[in-house]
Every structure is written in structure tokens, then in C-alpha cells.
């Protein structure tokens, strides 16, 4: 059933667990992260990055993830991930989107607050719920996303912002990175405690990939319910389509499409089931 993402989060909140996005891009992506899911047990959030856009039909993939989401009893969640174009969240709103993430996190403080105010206004017109962001996440290795700067969250900032804009979850950034580690990864749970003293809502994580596991725990524990993942699920498909590749054998497409999927699945289920605490 498809659902407002503010809806698993606030669950998630009240349960002390988180809930993992999954970024997908195609059928098989979507697919495994639901039927992990669903063999599971837990709601489940889809997202769909705006720099996908280009390459997705958006309507035709928020058609076809709501067909997914009819023939499961899990919740699921439809995500707009990472946008900066308001023509793109009224996209996604029209298409049925259940939560947009608007990223004003380019600009200062009171532009940030007066932009993603508007996109709030006009998101909650509509029933959707709204993600945003204070600080930015740094681009780590393997991934696909926009380079940031990793200014960390200023826990004031957040709570000012979030009082003057009525957002629904907020992108805390405490030293993870879009894609893998380069290095030792260095993340401020003692901020991230702090972040949680000064707002109310359900915060996010961005970076979920390479993050060491208990830290991920712990995060949890200070007040993180929604977990982004892309690269590791992605690294794991790439990774089988290489192996095949080496074999220098011709297959049909749908054989290996079905046992790219398949790749993926051990990936997504470590995630599942590390955020639901199992």
C-alpha cells in the first residue's frame, strides 16, 4: 500500500527504528527493494533522484511503483530525492509523489529557510510531506550525486529552520557521505545528539552506504528514522554485470537482468534489516 512518507516516519520515531530509502532507477532496483521488503516485514521508502529525471519518465514510474505497492501489505513509500528545481517538485506532486525532498542547501540560512518554505506551502496543499536540508553532505567515491561541501549541521540553524518552515524530516549532516569512504569515516554523533535536542521531527541520514554499522546503530538511537542508500546496492550490480562480462558468454537480457536483481538483494536486506533492529 502506498502511504505519506511522513506516516513511516513518525512510526519510526515513536519505535526508535529507521526506515531505509532506497534510490532506484529502473524495474529490477525498485523490485528487489520491495520484495526484500515485503519477505521482511518492514515499510520501505522508494526514491527517485531529480538528476534522474532525463533518463526516468517520472509519471510512468510513479504509475508503476503504485502498482508495486497495491499487491504488498507493507507500507511503501514514493520519494523525490536531492531536487532543486521547484518545476520538479510539482512534477513529482502530480505524479503522486508521497514526499519531496527540496535541497536548499547551496544557499545561506535565510534563503534556504525562504525557499523550502514555499516548496512546504506547496507540498502540504497537496497532502505530500517535505524533506530538507541544513548543511551538506559531502560526495565520497562511487557515487552519482552532486559534490557538496560537508559543512555540518548547526544545531540553532536547524531548529530556526525548522520552526520557520513547518518541514517534516530534516537531512542532518554529521560527516557521512554520498557513495563510500575515503578513509576513515569521521561522524559526529555528538552533534547528530544535539541536532535531536533542538527539533522535533524525524531526521534523516544521507550516506548510508560504507557507514560503519554500529554507527548506523547508534545514530538510530539518537533520533535518525530514515536511512539513504544508493551506492552499495548500486556497487552490487555493477559488480555481477563485471563478473558476467569476464565470462565472455552471450545470455539474454531478461536472464541477466533477473540475476542483477538477484545481486542486489543480499545488499538490500543487510540494510532492511539493520535499521528495523532484527
Do not use: W
Not at 516485514?41 to 505497492?69: C, H, N, Q, W
Not at 553532505?137 to 536547524?158: I, K
Not at 557521512?176 to 533542538?198: C, F, N, S, W
Amino acid at each position: 500500500m502506498l502511504v505519506n512518507t511522513k506516516e513511516i516516519l513518525t512510526e519510526a520515531q515513536q519505535g526508535q527504528y529507521a526506515v531505509a530509502a532506497f534510490n532506484v532507477y529502473n524495474l529490477e532496483t525498485a523490485q528487489a527493494a520491495i520484495q526484500v521488503s515485503e519477505r521482511e516485514g518492514t515499510p520501505v521508502i522508494i526514491a527517485l533522484g531529480e538528476r534522474y529525471f532525463p533518463t526516468v519518465d517520472v509519471e510512468g514510474f510513479s504509475a508503476m511503483i503504485k502498482a508495486m505497492a497495491e499487491k504488498v501489505k507493507i507500507p511503501v513509500a514514493l520519494h523525490l530525492d536531492h531536487a532543486y528545481e521547484k518545476e520538479s517538485i510539482i512534477r513529482a506532486i502530480r505524479a503522486g509523489f508521497t514526499s519531496v525532498m527540496y535541497d536548499g542547501s547551496k544557499y545561506d540560512l535565510e534563503q534556504n529557510i525562504r525557499f523550502t518554505k514555499e516548496i512546504v506551502e506547496i507540498a502540504h496543499m497537496a497532502g505530500v510531506s517535505v524533506e530538507a536540508e541544513i548543511g551538506s553532505v559531502a560526495r565520497g567515491a562511487f557515487s552519482d550525486e552532486e559534490e557538496g561541501d560537508g559543512t555540518l549541521t548547526d544545531p540553532q540553524s536547524a531548529k530556526a529552520f525548522v520552526a520557520e518552515t513547518n518541514v517534516d524530516f530534516l537531512a542532518a549532516a554529521i560527516g557521512t557521505v554520498h557513495g563510500m569512504y575515503q578513509g576513515e569515516p569521521k561522524i559526529d554523533l555528538a552533534l547528530l545528539e544535539k541536532i535531536r535536542e533542538a527539533v522535533g521531527i524525524p531526521l534523516v541520514l544521507h550516506g548510508g552506504s560504507g557507514t560503519p554499522e554500529d554507527v548506523v546503530k547508534k545514530a538510530i538511537e539518537l533520533g535518525i528514522c530514515k536511512v539513504n542508500v544508493n551506492t552499495e546496492v548500486s556497487m552490487a550490480a555493477v559488480s555481477y554485470l563485471e563478473k558476467y562480462a569476464e565470462k565472455k558468454q552471450m545470455a539474454h537480457l531478461s536472464i541477466i537482468m533477473e540475476e542483477m536483481q538477484q545481486a542486489m538483494e543480499p545488499v538490500i536486506t543487510k540494510f532492511v534489516r539493520l535499521l528495523s533492529q532484527k
